[in-house]
């Protein structure tokens, strides 16, 4: 049913059942976007998705079963873009994939920004990689796009809604945890032991990077 829907929409997509059977396919095809069942037969959703998190800058949507917040929670801890729960309404689907496939778009327009420095980092947006004291930090692509946002603004304090506007294209709803979520991701990957965090939180309110060198 994802794929028909995804197909009358205009984008080419294809659907597998497993673990397995999704490593097959994306060794005869790079795919732009992963849509990710929790629920699967042989390795669970959780499992591929911090795998793939870990050694791709694929997005991921994972589906969750409505009400399991405990799961969508740990799905953004290790590396979901974003999710939506089951059942779902197809529109809602299709917005959320256009909302990540734009953000995917827009690394096209970074990749053509100059390197540069900020809150002690490195960042070249072209090759999407972060330097710190010389080492190279692996950030997930939402991971990587936030820092971006955060960077553009650099000083200014950036609203939740905002945030999640820049990087999932959708508006929060009453207890949306997804933009604090992929920040304590960001932090743990970028600040140095024992120092105050760069990406300071200003309470009711967002979010906003530190200058510095």
């Given amino acids: 049913m994802v794929v028909d829907l995804l197909t009358r929409e ?31 037969p042989g390795e669970d959703g959780l499992s591929i ?18 009400g399991d917040d405990i799961d969508r929670i740990i799905g953004l801890e290790i590396g979901a873009d974003d999710y939506l729960g089951k059942p779902f309404n197809p529109r809602e689907l299709t917005a959320r994939v256009r909302a ?12 053509a920004s100059d390197t540069f420095r900020v809150a002690g980092l490195e960042v070249d947006p072209g090759a999407r990689t972060v330097v710190r004291d010389g080492e190279l930090l692996k950030l997930s692509g939402a991971e ?24 999932h294209g959708r508006t929060a709803h009453a ?35 530190r200058t510095g060198p």
Wanted: include cysteine; charge should be positive.
């Fill in 10 to 40: 205009g984008w080419s997509a294809d659907g597998v059942r497993d673990g397995e059977a999704m490593a097959a396919a994306m060794t005869a095809r790079a795919p732009d976007l992963l849509i990710l069942d929790i629920n699967l």
């Fill in 144 to 167: 990587f796009d936030l820092l971006l946002v955060l960077a553009e603004a650099r000083g200014r304090v950036l609203s939740r809604d905002f945030l999640l506007d820049r990087i």
């Fill in 175 to 209: 207890f949306d945890r997804s933009i604090d979520v992929l920040v304590s991701r960001l932090r743990k990957k970028i600040d140095r032991q024992g120092e105050s965090s760069v990406i300071e939180g200003v309470r009711n309110v967002g979010y906003v990077l």
């Fill in 100 to 111: 990540l496939l734009r953000r995917i778009g827009r690394r096209s327009d970074a990749a």
């Fill in 49 to 66: 998705c911090k795998r793939m998190s870990a050694e791709t800058d694929i997005a991921i949507l994972m589906l969750t079963a409505r």
